[in-house]
């Protein structure tokens, strides 16, 4: 029986780092200097290259995400479907009332109801 080989998913970090730093108001050489990384390594990242594994774990730190999250194939265990995350993520935000939560919720829900059926 052959192993299934994992791959991170380094692009999907970027991406949920760069939304971290959007939601902060900040640039990315505040993101170097908050994290602890090197500019050049958020400049490597931003071109489909992974951080080191010292670089990997202050970005994750700093942005308060788990590593594990970008790690595919995901485990088998995959209890929630992701828009339900989304959701309880949204509403569990102490940033926003919640009938902004509410209101971000069904944006997102109708977005991707629109992309899930456009494949």
């Known amino acids: ?11 999907g970090l970027y991406e949920a780092l760069d939304t971290t730093r959007q ?24 071109q489909g290259k992974c951080p080191d594994v010292n670089g990997l774990a202050a970005l994750t730190f700093w942005a ?6 970008f790690v595919q194939p995901k485990p088998q265990k995959e ?3 992701p828009l339900a ?5 949204l509403r569990a935000d102490k940033n926003l009332t919640p009938k902004a ?8 829900k109708t977005a991707y109801e629109r992309l899930r059926d456009m494949h």
């Open 1 to 11: 029986m052959e192993r299934q080989k994992g791959r991170f998913d380094c692009q």
């Open 23 to 46: 939601v902060r108001y900040l640039n990315w050489k505040q993101v170097a200097t908050q994290s602890g990384v090197s500019a050049s390594t958020l400049t490597r990242m931003a």
């Open 101 to 108: 939560a509410e209101m971000l919720d069904e944006l997102v």
């Open 79 to 81: 209890d929630a479907e």
């Open 64 to 69: 308060g995400l788990k590593s594990d999250d």
């Open 85 to 89: 995350m989304v959701s309880t993520y």
